[in-house]
């Protein structure tokens, strides 16, 4: 398991349980599918850590749907971040493309939780210096509101809408030894850096 969650608090309350992950997902990868008429061309990158867990889950569903096995891969946008001089130094992720990269290629960015949108516009400044796709499209897992840049998902396993001052934390099975999405409100100072 690598970069696991820290233990819930006693004021979280989830708001996805494993069941509900796993439709969730389901009903994106068929989504994915219907969208692009059955996934020809198609590349799913994940945002680490969660979105390419999360992405590598979707390739599953989709090849058990279609029998097609769609490229993934990871996208690391840690460089690609407006916050490096605002936040701790982090290690950076892995970027893994296809074999074939992303050239002409519907291109699915596959993150956990989408809010403000600078990941997103961190990943797709990472994606212009990886290759030229035909088309760019994004799924996540929650939308929670609140953001900062125009940037909306076209796949989304539920809107949770959200104050400010609360978190939400997406549990997986392969990083925190299941699956959840919890909803608490605000961390301590400590955890709000994570």
Same mark, same amino acid.
Request: aromatic share 2%.
């Given at each position: 398991?690598? &970069? +696991? *969650?820290?233990? +819930?608090?006693?004021?979280? #309350? $989830?708001?996805?349980?494993?069941? &509900?992950?796993? #439709?969730?997902?389901?009903?994106?990868?068929?989504?994915?599918?219907? #969208?692009?008429?059955? !996934?020809?061309?198609?590349?799913?990158? =994940?945002?680490?850590?969660? =979105?390419?867990?999360?992405?590598?889950?979707? !390739?599953?569903?989709?090849?058990?749907?279609?029998?097609?096995?769609?490229?993934?891969?990871?996208?690391?946008?840690?460089?690609?971040? &407006?916050?490096?001089?605002?936040?701790? $130094?982090?290690?950076?992720?892995?970027?893994?493309?296809?074999?074939?990269?992303?050239?002409?290629?519907?291109?699915?960015?596959?993150?956990?939780?989408?809010?403000? !949108?600078?990941?997103?516009?961190?990943?797709? %400044?990472?994606?212009?210096?990886?290759?030229? +796709?035909? $088309?760019?499209?994004?799924?996540?897992?929650?939308? *929670? =509101?609140?953001?900062?840049?125009?940037? #909306? $998902? %076209?796949?989304?396993?539920?809107?949770?809408?959200?104050?400010?001052?609360?978190?939400? *934390?997406?549990?997986?099975?392969?990083? &925190? !030894?299941?699956?959840?999405?919890?909803?608490?409100?605000?961390?301590?100072?400590?955890?709000?850096? *994570?």
């Amino acid at each position: 398991m690598s &970069d +696991p *969650r820290p233990e +819930p608090r006693a004021d979280a #309350r $989830a708001v996805l349980e494993a069941p &509900d992950v796993h #439709r969730a997902l389901t009903r994106i990868a068929h989504e994915i599918l219907e #969208r692009t008429k059955g !996934g020809d061309g198609v590349v799913l990158l =994940g945002i680490p850590t969660r =979105g390419a867990t999360l992405a590598r889950r979707l !390739g599953d569903r989709i090849e058990q749907f279609e029998g097609v096995k769609i490229p993934v891969g990871s996208v690391d946008v840690t460089m690609y971040r &407006d916050d490096l001089r605002l936040r701790p $130094a982090r290690p950076l992720g892995r970027t893994e493309l296809p074999p074939d990269g992303v050239d002409g290629k519907i291109v699915v960015l596959v993150d956990d939780v989408l809010y403000s !949108g600078r990941t997103v516009r961190a990943a797709l %400044d990472a994606l212009n210096d990886l290759g030229r +796709p035909t $088309a760019v499209q994004l799924a996540t897992l929650v939308d *929670r =509101g609140h953001r900062e840049l125009p940037i #909306r $998902a %076209d796949y989304v396993g539920k809107n949770l809408p959200t104050a400010k001052s609360e978190k939400v *934390r997406v549990y997986l099975q392969e990083t &925190d !030894g299941r699956d959840a999405v919890l909803l608490m409100k605000g961390l301590p100072a400590k955890e709000e850096s *994570r």
